[in-house]
Nanobody, 121 residues
Framework: QVQLVESGGGLVQAGGSLGLSCAAS????????MGWYRQAPGKQRLLVAT???????NYVESMKGRFTISRDNAKNTVHLEMNSLIPEDTAVYYC???????????????WGQGTQVTVSS
């Protein structure tokens, strides 16, 4: 079994900062790309940012300069530092990772349970 567990969501005022963390655990052999997605009420789940195992990052244009994604390969964790938050950033944030389980020759995509981020105006 593989699990992704997010932490760090909460309520913050506009202009504030918040950090999210996600830890992958279980019978993991390798972790490829990790990322964050978000889903606002009544809307589709959308990409926020991704980071490869080598540290190459990719951001949605509207997040560039405000959000920073990072990872710790030794701990199988990924983090999202969010600054200059606006009410439109309010959503459930989901961690995502492509993971090869021990004993498997292929990767599967796993999702965390989501963590709520609410930005008040």
């Amino acid at each position: 079994q593989v699990q992704l567990v997010e932490s760090g969501g909460g309520l913050v005022q506009a202009g504030g900062s918040l950090g999210l963390s996600c830890a992958a655990s279980g019978s993991i052999l390798r972790v490829d790309t990790m990322g964050w997605y978000r889903q606002a009420p009544g809307k589709q789940r959308l990409l926020v940012a991704t980071i490869s195992s080598g540290g190459t990052t990719n951001y949605v244009e509207s997040m560039k300069g405000r959000f920073t994604i990072s990872r710790d390969n030794a701990k199988n964790t990924v983090h999202l530092e969010m600054n200059s938050l606006i009410p439109e950033d309010t959503a459930v944030y989901y961690c995502n990772a492509r993971i090869q389980r021990a004993g498997n020759g292929y990767y599967n995509t796993y999702w965390g349970q989501g963590t709520q981020v609410t930005v008040s105006s």
